[in-house]
Nanobody, 122 residues
Framework: QVQLVESGGGLVEPGGSLRLSCAAS????????MGWFRQAPGKQRELVAT???????NYADSTKGRFTISRDNAKNTVYLQMNSLKPEDTAVYFC????????????????WGQGTQVTVSS
């Protein structure tokens, strides 16, 4: 019913930049909060940044000042601009969205993308 598709990952040198995108599609009535999480090998999945429908943002301490989350409500898309990347930013990045569908409009469900690999290395 609902699909989240991420793009924009890849290999970048320390200090470089990447921009991730996540587009939601399907039986969508409304999208509330959207966010990015990441999971490094051997570690738990952690919050990177979130953004409400109205544009309020929240960042993990490790990404403040370097990453910027934004969204385009008309396109059901969330972005993550990542600057000054460090080797410790290496992880699989997952998109998350709280979505109300036409077929179940009384509930909000959390959906996840399949993940995109970000590798920061020289």
């Amino acid at each position: 019913q609902v699909q989240l598709v991420e793009s924009g990952g890849g290999l970048v040198e320390p200090g470089g930049s990447l921009r991730l995108s996540c587009a939601a599609s399907g039986n969508i009535l409304r999208i509330d909060a959207m966010g990015w999480f990441r999971q490094a090998p051997g570690k738990q999945r952690e919050l990177v940044a979130t953004i409400t429908r109205g544009g309020s943002t929240n960042y993990a301490d490790s990404t403040k000042g370097r990453f910027t989350i934004s969204r385009d409500n008309a396109k059901n898309t969330v972005y993550l601009q990542m600057n000054s990347l460090k080797p410790e930013d290496t992880a699989v990045y997952f998109c998350n969205a709280e979505i109300v569908t036409y077929s179940d409009f009384r509930r909000i469900h959390a959906y996840w993308g399949q993940g995109t690999q970000v590798t920061v290395s020289s």
